[in-house]
C-alpha cells in the first residue's frame, strides 16, 4: 500500500487541490518541447523548464565549412549540395604551376611559380618593373681628349675602371671604394675615386650641348659637386674626435661646464650691479624698469632712504629692547635687530620693504624673516606654523628639565600663545633649565670627589674626618643652590677652592651659573623662592641621599 | 603574390658550414635537412657494407690509397655510428672547403635522401663565407651544374646573408661558427672586403675546454671523454665520485683514432654549450664563483657541478689569459681585436653605422651572457651600440641559410641566377660576375 499522497493530506486538511498548475504543467509542456539534438539527456534534465529559449537557440551543429578548394564540377556540385546553392559561385581561384619569363633576364631562362590561371600568361613578370640601370655617364674617347684629359694624375684606362666599377655598384662609394684595385695603379682613396668621378661628370655635363634651360643645367651640375678638401678636413675632424682619450673627453666637459658657470656668474654679477644702481641713483642710474615705491617713500633719495631705514631699524631695536624689559638680551632678538641692521649693508639685495616699514612691522608684530641672497633650494625655509617651532630640550637632559618644569608648573611642551617672543622666552628658558640641570650634575660630581678625597685623607692622617667631609659636602650643595638663586659666581667659586683638580669644570658651571640667573630675572621673580627650594631636588643619582636630607 | 615582393620558384638552400650542412626550401625558416659536414669512411676490399644507400664508391679518397674499395657514411647515420675501422674526415676546414671530393656526396644526400627532391628541378643557392678563394666558388658551381644538372644557381656570402635574416642591409655581422669567428661589414647587401676580419678563435676554445676537461683539477680528477658507443654498461654514481663503467672490448680493437678525436671533440662540445657561460661585466673571480655552478654528466657517467671553469671558457672570446698568450705569440685574435680591426679598416662615417647595427650570429654565440658582454665591451668604445643578437637559437644557428631563404624568395632576385645557358656560354667567368 502506498503511503498518503499530497492530494489525501490536502483533502484531510479540506484545502481543495490549489497547486496543479505547479506540478501539472511541465509536464503537459515538456512533449511540446522536443529535446534538442547534440544534447545529452542528462544535460537537457537539468536545464529543466524554465530556460525554454536556449533550446530555441540550441541550432543544430553542423561540421566546419570546407574550404572551397579547386573547381572541378563533380566538387562543385558535392559541395553545393552540402552547402547549399546560396554559397556557390565566385571566390574560386584556380592556381597553376606555371613557367614565367623574367624580363630583367637577358637570357632564357625559365623558371616556374605558382600563379592565378586567370593571369595572362604573356604578361610582364611584375617584380622586372624594379630592374633599374643606374645612370652613369659615359664619355667617348674624343670627349675625353679633349676635356677630361686635364688630370695627369688619372690614365683613360682607370678613369674606364672607375666608371666601371661606379656603374656595377650603383654608384655605392663605399662599396666602390673597397673593390678599386686597378692593377699597378697607385692607391686611391675614396675622396680621390669622388673627386675624379663627379669631376669628369661635371665636365661632361658643362660641355656638352644641353637642351634644357640653364637653371636645371646648374641644379644638375650641384648635384654633382664635391669638394675633395672639405670632405678630407672633415673626415680628419671626424678621426680627431673619434681619437679622443677618456682624460681628454673628462677635460672637455668640465671646460665646457666651467665655461656655463662663468656665465651664469658673470650674469648674476650683471644684475646685482644694475640693482645696486638702481638702488642708489633709482631713475637717474638710467637703467629700465625701475620699481615705482608702493609706499610712497620717496626713492629719488637713495642715500635718505638708507639712512632712515637704518634709523628705523634701530629704533626697533631698542623698542624691543624696552618691551623686553630692558635687560632681557635673547640671541633671537639680537640675531633679528642685528639682521635689521645688516640688511643695509647690501643694498642690491632687494631687502629695502621690510627695513622699510620696520616700524610699521614692529606695530603689527609683523616679523620678516631673512631670505639669503643666493637662494637655493637646501637654505630655502617654506610656511611654518610657529607651533612647530616650539623649543625642546636638548634630549641628554631632557627628562630632567621636563621634571623640573613640571616642579615649576609650566608646561612646555605646548604654548598657548606661540608668539615669536614667547616661543624665543621658552627656549631660553629650557636653555637655562638644562645648563641648571648640568651645573647640578657637575655639582654632585665635585661634591663626590670632594668627599672621596676627604675620606682618603682622613684615612691617612686617621683624623676621623667623616663629619667635616659632611659638612663640606653641605656647603657645595648650598653654594650650588646659592649659584642658582642669583648668586651663582660665588657659588661657582666656592667648590673652585674646594677641589683644585676641577678648575676648568668649575669655570664652566660658573658661567652657567650667570646665564642662569639672567634667566631668573627674565621676569619670573613671584615663582623665585620656590624655585630655589625645589631646584636641588633635581638630583643626579650619585648624591641623592644627602640632598634630599639637607633640603628638609 | 607581390605585395611583400615574394615570389616563390622553389628553389633549394644549400649553406654548408664546418660543422653542418643546411639544406632546405627557400621561403621555408628552418632548414629541412641538417646533418654533419664530417663523414666517416671504411675500407673494405669485398662488398661494402651499403647502409646509406650509396652506391658509387669514392674512387679518389685523399687520405687512402685508392686501391680497397672506400664506403663513405654521410648524414646523421654517418660518423655518430661506429663502425669497425671506420676514420673520420673533415672537407671543410675554417668555412672553406678543401676536400671537394666529398661534397658531391654530401649534398646528394642532403638533397635526395633526407628532402627527397631531385636538385635538376629546383634553382640552387649556395652560401658562402666572405674570405671564400674565386676557386673553390667557381668549383662548387661546375659541381652545382655539372653533377646535379641545375636549371640555376647562384652564391651569396654568408655575411650579407646573415644581414638580410636581420632584415638589416647595411650591418656588422659578427658570425661564431664552430672553426671560425668572423667580423664582416656588410654595406647595402656588399661585403667590405677590407673590413673583413676572421679568426679560429672557437677552435682556440674548444681546443683549452678538452684540455681544462681532460687534465685534473684541485678539486676533481681528469674527465675520460669515451664516448658511449664503446661503454657496456654504467652505474649512476653521486656527483663528483669516480665512474663505474665497463668498457666494450670487442669494440676496442677497431675504434679509429679520427672517430675518437671526432668524438671527443664532439663531447667537449656538449660541455660548452650546456655549461660554457659569459660573465657579462668583465672577468672577476668573486663573480664567477658567485653565479654558480652548473651540473654536467659525461658518458662515462662521471658528473660534476662546473664552477667558474666555465666562464673562464666564455671568457677567451674576449681575452687570453697570460699565461697563454706568453707561451703562443699566433694565437688567434679575440672579438674586441676583430671588431676594431674590421672597423678601423672602414671609412670613419660607416662606422657609426656598422656599431649601430651589429648582427651577432652563428651557434658558436649562444653563450649565455655572450650578446651582454659584447655590449659592455663596446659601449666603452662607442655611444650608441645596437646588438641584434636573435633569442631563437634556430635563428642564430642557421642564420645564413636563413637569409638565404628570404633572398632565394624575392622576386625582384630571380634575375641574379646564373642559369644553365649562361653557364655553357661563358664558363667559370660568370660566376665572379655574378655573384659579387
Redesign the interface.
Known amino acids: 500500500m502506498a503511503g498518503p499522497s499530497a492530494a489525501d493530506v490536502r483533502s484531510i486538511l479540506s484545502l481543495g487541490p490549489s497547486t496543479p498548475s505547479q506540478t501539472q504543467t511541465p509536464l503537459t509542456r515538456k512533449p511540446s518541447m522536443r529535446k534538442p539534438e547534440g544534447m545529452t539527456r542528462e544535460l537537457y534534465a537539468l536545464l529543466g523548464p524554465s530556460t525554454p529559449t536556449l533550446a530555441t537557440q540550441f541550432a543544430k551543429p553542423r561540421l566546419k565549412q570546407k574550404p572551397k578548394l579547386g573547381s572541378n564540377g563533380v566538387d562543385k556540385d558535392a559541395q553545393e549540395a552540402v552547402a547549399g546553392p546560396s554559397s556557390s559561385g565566385g571566390g574560386r581561384v584556380r592556381w597553376e604551376w606555371r613557367e614565367f619569363k623574367?624580363g630583367?633576364?637577358t637570357?632564357?631562362?625559365k623558371?616556374?611559380?605558382?600563379?592565378?590561371a586567370a593571369t595572362d600568361p604573356n604578361a610582364e613578370?611584375?617584380?622586372?618593373k624594379?630592374?633599374i640601370q643606374p645612370n652613369v655617364y659615359v664619355y667617348s674617347l674624343d670627349e675625353y681628349t679633349r676635356w677630361l684629359s686635364v688630370d695627369k694624375e688619372w690614365t683613360k684606362e682607370e678613369t674606364d675602371y672607375l666608371f666601371e666599377l661606379v656603374r656595377?655598384?650603383d654608384g655605392?662609394f663605399?662599396?666602390v671604394?673597397?673593390?678599386y684595385e686597378f692593377p699597378n695603379g697607385p692607391q686611391r682613396s675614396?675622396e680621390d675615386l669622388k673627386d675624379r668621378y663627379y669631376s669628369v661628370c661635371r665636365k661632361l655635363i658643362r660641355n656638352r650641348p644641353w637642351a634644357g634651360d640653364e637653371a636645371s643645367k646648374n641644379q644638375l651640375l650641384s648635384s654633382f659637386q664635391f669638394d675633395k678638401e672639405r670632405e678630407v678636413t672633415r673626415?680628419k675632424y671626424?678621426?680627431s674626435l673619434?681619437s679622443r682619450t677618456p682624460e681628454q673627453i673628462a677635460e672637455e666637459e668640465a671646460l665646457y661646464i666651467e665655461l656655463k658657470r662663468l656665465e651664469q656668474t658673470e650674469r648674476r654679477f650683471k644684475k646685482d650691479r644694475d640693482e645696486l644702481l638702481r638702488t642708489l641713483y633709482g631713475v637717474e642710474s638710467g637703467l629700465p624698469d625701475i620699481i615705482s615705491d608702493e609706499d610712497g617713500l620717496n626713492p629719488s633719495a637713495g642715500g635718505g632712504l638708507s639712512i632712515s631705514v637704518s634709523g628705523s631699524g634701530l629704533s626697533l631695536d631698542t623698542k624691543k629692547r624696552k618691551k623686553n624689559g630692558g635687560d632681557l638680551e635673547t640671541p633671537m632678538s639680537a640675531s633679528s635687530a642685528s639682521a635689521s641692521v645688516i640688511q643695509l649693508g647690501p643694498p642690491g639685495q632687494k631687502k629695502q620693504q621690510p627695513a622699510k616699514n620696520a616700524a610699521f612691522d614692529a606695530l603689527q608684530c609683523i616679523v620678516r624673516s631673512e631670505v639669503p641672497a643666493n637662494s637655493n633650494k637646501s637654505s630655502h625655509i617654506p610656511v611654518f606654523f610657529r607651533t612647530l617651532k616650539t623649543p625642546i630640550p636638548r634630549s641628554a637632559v631632557a627628562s630632567k628639565v621636563a621634571q623640573l618644569m613640571g616642579e615649576l608648573q609650566i608646561c612646555h611642551t605646548r604654548l598657548v600663545m606661540p608668539t615669536r617672543e614667547n616661543n624665543a622666552k621658552l627656549e631660553s628658558l629650557l636653555e637655562a633649565a638644562s645648563s641648571l640641570v648640568e651645573t647640578k650634575k657637575l655639582v654632585d660630581k665635585v661634591e663626590l670627589d670632594i668627599r672621596v678625597a676627604r675620606e682618603r685623607l682622613g684615612m691617612v692622617s686617621e683624623n676621623g674626618g667623616e663629619s667635616g667631609g659632611w659638612e663640606e659636602s653641605n656647603v657645595a650643595g648650598r653654594s650650588a643652590s646659592a649659584g642658582a638663586e642669583g648668586s651663582g659666581a660665588g657659588g661657582a667659586m666656592d667648590v673652585d677652592e674646594d677641589a683644585e683638580g676641577e678648575q676648568e669644570e668649575g669655570v664652566d658651571a660658573s658661567g652657567r651659573g650667570q646665564s642662569v640667573a639672567s634667566v631668573r630675572s627674565a621676569g619670573r621673580k613671584k615663582q623665585q623662592a620656590r624655585r630655589s627650594m625645589s631646584i636641588s631636588s633635581v638630583d643626579t643619582a650619585a648624591t641623592g641621599g644627602p640632598h634630599k636630607k639637607r633640603k628638609r | 603574390m607581390v605585395n611583400y615582393g615574394g615570389d616563390e620558384v622553389a628553389a633549394l638552400v644549400l649553406d654548408i658550414g664546418t660543422a653542418t650542412v643546411r639544406a632546405g626550401y627557400s621561403g621555408d625558416d628552418t632548414p629541412k635537412a641538417i646533418i654533419p659536414t664530417c663523414y666517416g669512411y671504411t675500407e673494405s676490399p669485398g662488398d661494402a657494407d651499403v647502409t646509406m644507400g650509396d652506391g658509387e664508391p669514392q674512387p679518389e679518397g685523399e687520405l687512402a690509397p685508392p686501391k680497397p674499395k672506400i664506403t663513405m657514411h654521410v648524414g646523421n647515420n654517418g660518423p655518430s655510428v661506429w663502425r669497425h675501422g671506420m676514420e673520420v674526415a673533415y672537407p671543410v676546414k675554417n668555412g672553406l672547403i678543401e676536400d671537394f671530393a666529398a661534397i658531391p656526396k654530401l649534398i646528394s644526400h642532403a638533397f635526395r635522401d633526407v628532402m627527397g627532391c631531385n636538385p635538376a628541378e629546383h634553382p640552387v643557392f649556395v652560401t658562402e663565407p666572405a674570405w671564400n678563394t674565386a676557386a673553390n666558388r667557381e668549383r662548387m658551381a661546375e659541381i652545382m651544374f655539372e653533377e646535379f644538372d641545375v636549371p640555376a644557381f647562384y652564391i651569396a656570402n654568408t655575411g650579407v646573408l646573415n644581414a638580410f635574416a636581420a632584415g638589416k642591409g647595411s650591418a656588422l655581422v659578427i658570425d661564431i661558427g664552430r672553426s671560425t669567428a668572423s667580423v664582416t661589414p656588410v654595406v647595402d647587401g656588399f661585403v667590405l672586403r677590407k673590413g673583413l676580419t676572421h679568426s679560429a678563435l672557437p677552435q682556440l676554445i674548444e681546443a683549452n675546454a678538452h684540455h681544462i676537461l681532460t687534465n685534473p683539477a684541485p678539486n676533481r680528477p681528469g674527465i675520460q671523454l669515451l664516448p658511449h658507443q664503446l661503454i657496456a654498461s654504467k652505474m649512476p654514481v653521486d656527483v663528483g665520485m669516480p665512474p663505474s663503467f665497463t668498457l666494450r672490448e670487442d669494440r676496442a680493437r677497431g675504434t679509429t683514432e679520427t672517430w675518437r678525436g671526432w668524438y671527443e671533440s664532439r663531447e667537449v662540445e656538449d660541455w660548452i654549450q650546456s655549461v660554457g657561460g659569459v660573465l657579462d661585466q668583465g672577468w672577476n673571480d668573486q663573480a664567477a664563483v658567485t653565479r654558480g655552478a652548473r651540473h654536467h654528466e659525461f658518458p662515462t657517467g662521471y658528473n660534476y657541478y662546473f664552477g667558474s671553469e666555465r666562464f673562464a671558457i666564455g671568457e677567451q672570446f674576449f681575452a687570453h689569459s697570460a699565461a697563454l698568450a706568453a707561451k703562443n705569440q699566433n694565437l688567434p685574435l679575440p672579438l674586441p681585436a676583430l671588431i676594431s680591426n674590421a672597423l678601423s679598416a672602414c671609412d670613419q662615417d660607416l662606422r657609426q653605422v656598422l656599431v649601430g647595427n651589429i648582427v651577432l650570429t652563428g651557434g658558436g654565440s649562444l653563450f649565455s651572457g655572450l650578446s651582454d658582454r659584447l655590449g659592455t665591451e663596446l659601449g666603452r668604445n662607442f655611444p650608441h651600440v645596437k646588438i641584434h643578437a636573435p633569442g631563437n637559437p634556430t635563428e642564430r644557428r642557421y642564420g645564413a641559410w636563413l637569409g638565404g631563404s628570404i633572398l632565394a624568395s624575392l622576386g625582384t632576385f630571380h634575375q641574379l641566377w646564373i642559369s644553365k645557358e649562361e653557364w655553357q656560354e661563358h664558363g667559370k667567368a660568370i660566376v665572379g660576375q655574378r655573384c659579387k
Open positions: 623574367n630583367a633576364r637570357d632564357g631562362l623558371l616556374k611559380h605558382w600563379v592565378n613578370y611584375p617584380p622586372a624594379y630592374n656595377e655598384y655605392r663605399y662599396v671604394g673597397d673593390r675614396l673626415k671626424v678621426a673619434e
